[in-house]
């Protein structure tokens, strides 16, 4: 079965240091989704990704936070710097953009960062 | 805009009883409405989905959701909760717009007494 691969599963980092989150969406999903999940709450939508171009990115925390898609392939998301608040899990997600799957998303299992 | 409230963080049930999670939306447009549910440390999975076809949508694990556009409510329900059951659900609305931009509730944890 295709899966959402990403990595690092988990990341310790210090305040102040650089983070970066790695996603391979399952192959031929045209849109791309990061999303923030702090514990005990409902994911976030970061920033969307249809091909290789940003669809929303209205809840990224610019002045810190960067994400690319360079070949409309796989994801990077970026921290610099990391600060306390940032803990929470990254998930990445996936989905066809069009057609009847066009709207369900097939996560990954997520890249939990600390912050300390 | 669009939003998702679900009604409860903590849901606990015995083994064998009736499962109902709650979720209301709010769409400006005939909204595609979702469950999702998470294990532990783990990436969410889609239960099933409501894209307008039928109002008792059918999903996995013996869960289904019934769409009621009068009280803009999509309720998850399961007739007898198993131990496996226990997990994070999560209701979603997408509109449709902005490229399918999805917006997630809360969540509730649901809990199942042996």
């Known amino acids: 079965e295709a899966e959402v691969a990403q990595s690092p599963r988990y990341?310790?980092?210090?305040?102040?240091?650089a983070v970066a989150f790695w996603c391979d969406p399952i192959s031929g999903h045209a849109t791309l989704?990061?999303?923030?999940q702090i514990l005990g709450q409902g994911p976030e939508l970061l920033v969307q990704f249809q091909d290789e171009s940003v669809v929303d990115d209205s809840q990224l925390p610019k002045d810190r936070f960067s994400a690319e898609r360079l070949k409309g392939v796989d994801s990077t998301l970026k921290i610099q710097p990391a600060e306390l608040g940032d803990s929470a899990m990254y998930l990445c997600a996936?989905?066809?953009g069009e057609g009847t799957g066009a709207n369900v998303l097939t996560f990954g299992a997520g890249s939990r960062l600390t912050v300390l | 805009a669009q939003s998702v409230t679900q009604l409860g963080s903590h849901v606990s049930v015995s083994e064998g009883a009736l499962v109902l999670l709650r979720c209301n939306y709010s769409s400006s447009v005939p909204p595609y409405l979702f469950w999702y549910v998470q294990y532990p440390n783990q990436g969410l999975q889609l239960l099933l989905k409501y894209t307008s076809a039928a109002t008792l949508v059918k999903g996995i694990n013996g869960f289904e959701a019934e769409f009621k556009k009068s009280e803009t409510s999509f309720h998850l329900t399961k007739p007898s909760a198993h131990m496996s059951d226990a997990a994070e659900y999560f209701c979603a609305v997408s509109d449709g717009t902005g490229?399918?931009?999805?917006?997630?509730?809360?969540g509730t944890r649901l809990f199942v007494k042996a």
Not at chain 2, 99 to 106: D, L, M, P, R, V
């Open chain 1, 11 to 17: 990341k310790i980092t210090e305040k102040s240091q």
């Open chain 1, 33 to 36: 989704y990061w999303y923030r």
């Open chain 1, 94 to 96: 996936s989905s066809l």
């Open chain 2, 99 to 106: 490229g399918f931009k999805t917006i997630f509730g809360a």
